[in-house]
């Protein structure tokens, strides 16, 4: 248990539906990200948000919309995907300008299925 | 791109040492090296970190070369739930905002 929980967290969706990935942090973190992970290769940051405030684009497709409503709640929200959007999607938190480095911790992940 | 290199798998005997080596050569004097390990389809779980310094928590060592250009993670009794993915990070900073760069990681296997 890292104190960073995700929901739901497993999901099948046809590429007309919307749907939301919800992330929620109880470690008083003020930096919260988005990452995804599809099969055979390396986790992608997707977002990252500081103070509540999106810092990170990369390059990522329209289709997912990121809401960042307070610092401890980040929700990722999914509509008309592609079955090649179908991975693991992970949030993590962290806290900026700590001593000694700002270490991320992960949530679980949702695993995404888009038929 | 990740700024790290490791080997793609590695074996290790229960209750044995593991060692897992990372070369970071274009690592910049404020840039952290990170390591994070990945249990089949969880999500990466934070294990240690280190500048310059070496360092040792409940978890593994890590030591760090003095020049900084590569690193080892050891896991000084290794047990069967060691097995995972180990990633070898360099956080990066672009535009006040810090970075986890994955690479594939090292694939290790405990084996009774």
């Known amino acids: 248990e890292t104190g960073v929980t995700q929901t739901p967290r497993h999901l099948v969706m046809g590429m007309t539906n919307k749907k939301s990935l919800k992330c929620e942090q109880h470690?008083?973190?003020?930096?919260m990200y988005w990452y995804k992970q599809s099969a055979k290769k390396p986790l992608e940051l997707m977002f990252v948000?500081?103070?509540?405030?999106?810092?990170e684009n990369n390059s990522v497709p329209s289709r997912f919309s990121p809401e960042c409503p307070n610092s401890s709640h980040l929700f990722l929200h999914l509509h008309t995907l592609q079955p090649e959007d179908s991975a693991l999607y992970l949030c993590?938190?962290?806290?900026?300008?700590?001593?000694?480095?700002?270490?991320?911790?992960f949530g679980p992940g949702t695993r995404l299925l888009v038929l | 791109d990740a700024k790290t290199t490791q080997p793609p798998s590695m074996d290790c005997a229960e209750g044995r040492a593991a060692n897992l080596p990372c070369n970071h050569s274009?690592?910049?004097?404020?840039?952290?090296v990170y390591w994070y390990r990945q249990i089949h389809s969880q999500g990466p779980q934070y294990i240690i970190h280190g500048l310059k310094n070496n360092e040792t928590n409940e978890m593994a060592s890590l030591i760090i070369t003095e020049d900084r250009k590569s690193s080892t993670l050891i896991l000084p009794h290794a047990t069967l739930r060691d097995t995972a993915v180990y990633y070898c990070?360099?956080?990066?900073?672009?535009?006040?905002?810090?970075?986890?760069?994955f690479g594939t990681g090292t694939r290790l296997q405990v084996f009774p």
């Open positions: 948000y500081n103070f509540k405030e999106q810092t």
């Open positions: 274009t690592i910049s004097g404020n840039e952290y």
């Open positions: 470690l008083g973190h003020n930096a």
């Open positions: 990070i360099v956080r990066v900073r672009s535009y006040n905002t810090d970075k986890l760069i």
């Open positions: 993590a938190s962290s806290q900026k300008h700590s001593a000694g480095g700002e270490t991320q911790y």
